[in-house]
């Protein structure tokens, strides 16, 4: 791993933004992210999954370079699909301006009914061009993109081009009671057992895996770990020294031996060599680390 690599975002501004009262039902939350152009090292990156359905728009001259199975494709705005921890793609962030920016939509799992029209299961492992998906109204976002607008009156814009979209939208029994599970599946930071969320949702296991393999493409038991090891790296991001007992209690694992091997199956470092390579800085928009 490039130590100045990982120094990159150093200089990184985020920006939470939540939607419009009437789209909270369908999205999570914008994320603005920004960072100077000359701290870009050039180097690939594997962003590990966090178990959202997310959209990544670049604005002005940023873009997005994706690196897969020996492919790479430039992407301005994009929907991004879950991914499990082993088929990630390498990205890129590159950008003519003096900082690469863009903006982070986190998505419902009702949203994707009324945005693609396409199953979430589907979309696992995808990354889309927004105009593949929405034709004139995706040309239409691209253009006031390019604009280098403050970006209050950009989010303020992104609120009025998804209401569109939903306009007098009700929510599928079936989509609201998966976003419930999801949103149980987060609030628990992934420390839970299928059969405890079968039993919180008065489910049966089977209901629940069939939920998750056929609605989202990844098994509950998957799922649960992608959340779970987000907590891991939220919680080594914001501790000045880690205490690793404390930790392992707190994310659920039955014992070290557990931790580390999920750890460094995941990272391919042991946990202490990962801290020595980074000094645990690596929790940004998702867990990372930057290509051998």
């Not at 359905?53 to 001259?61: A, F, P, S, T």
């Not at 609120?159 to 628990?188: A, G, H, M, P, W």
């Not at 930071?189 to 089977?206: F, I, P, W």
Request: charged share 25%; proline share 3%.
């Amino acid at each position: 791993m490039n130590d100045y690599c990982a120094e990159e975002f150093d200089d990184a501004q985020l920006h939470h933004f939540l939607p419009s009262e009437s789209l909270k039902p369908f999205i999570e939350g914008y994320i603005y992210f920004s960072f100077p152009a000359n701290k870009l090292c050039n180097q690939y990156l594997y962003p590990l999954t966090n178990g959202n359905l997310e959209i990544y728009l670049c604005l002005g001259e940023s873009c997005i370079s994706i690196k897969r199975q020996h492919q790479e494709i430039y992407f301005k705005h994009f929907l991004f699909g879950i991914f499990d921890f082993f088929d990630q793609p390498l990205i890129k962030p590159l950008t003519k301006d003096a900082h690469y920016s863009s903006i982070l939509i986190q998505l419902k799992f009702s949203a994707s009914k009324y945005l693609f029209d396409i199953p979430l299961s589907k979309l696992q492992k995808q990354f889309i061009e927004l105009e593949n998906l929405w034709g004139s109204k995706g040309k239409d976002l691209k253009k006031i993109l390019q604009y280098k607008i403050e970006i209050q009156e950009t989010i303020q814009y992104l609120n009025c081009f998804f209401e569109v979209f939903f306009q007098s939208t009700k929510v599928n029994e079936n989509y609201k009671r998966l976003d419930y599970i999801l949103d149980f599946c987060k609030q628990k930071k992934g420390v839970l057992t299928v059969d405890e969320l079968a039993n919180h949702t008065k489910l049966s296991y089977r209901t629940i895996h069939r939920l998750f393999t056929d609605e989202i493409g990844v098994c509950p038991k998957n799922y649960l770990k992608i959340i779970r090891f987000n907590k891991v790296c939220n919680f080594i991001n914001c501790s000045n020294k880690v205490n690793w007992s404390e930790l392992i209690y707190a994310c659920g694992y039955y014992d070290q031996a557990h931790f580390i091997h999920d750890f460094k199956s995941i990272m391919k470092f042991t946990p202490n060599d990962f801290l020595k390579h980074t000094s645990g800085k690596f929790y940004l928009l998702h867990p990372y680390f930057f290509e051998s």
